[in-house]
């Protein structure tokens, strides 16, 4: 079983959680799917808006995706939350990804 089945079977048995949700973005996202990272990515950070990195990765969905508009919001409310939190390099990382949106998008988005 992959580790996208191993997380969905999770999820489809009632473990719902923001890090399984993060999780699971996460993995769908490195696996090149960005459209099925992304509804993932948007329940971690409803679960826990505090979640940084969840918000630096459903921006990173959002660039993949060609969807500036959320990308922006996704990465101003991860810096919010990184800087509640105290997390400096989740907020630099964003701040970097925030002002690349209008230049290189290309140095956004993830690796396959």
Do not use: C, N
């Amino acid at each position: 079983m992959s580790r996208v089945a191993a997380l969905e079977a999770l999820l489809a048995g009632g473990k719902d959680s923001p890090l399984l949700r993060f999780s699971l973005g996460t993995e769908y996202l490195a696996g090149g799917d960005a459209a099925a990272a992304l509804p993932h990515l948007q329940a971690a950070v409803r679960q826990d808006p505090d979640h940084s990195a969840a918000w630096k990765a459903l921006g990173r969905a959002a660039v993949a995706l060609d969807d500036t508009a959320l990308a922006r919001d996704a990465f101003e409310q991860g810096i919010a939350a990184a800087s509640r939190r105290g997390d400096r390099q989740a907020e630099k990382e964003m701040r970097v990804f925030l002002r690349r949106l209008g230049e290189k998008p290309d140095q956004i988005v993830p690796r396959p």
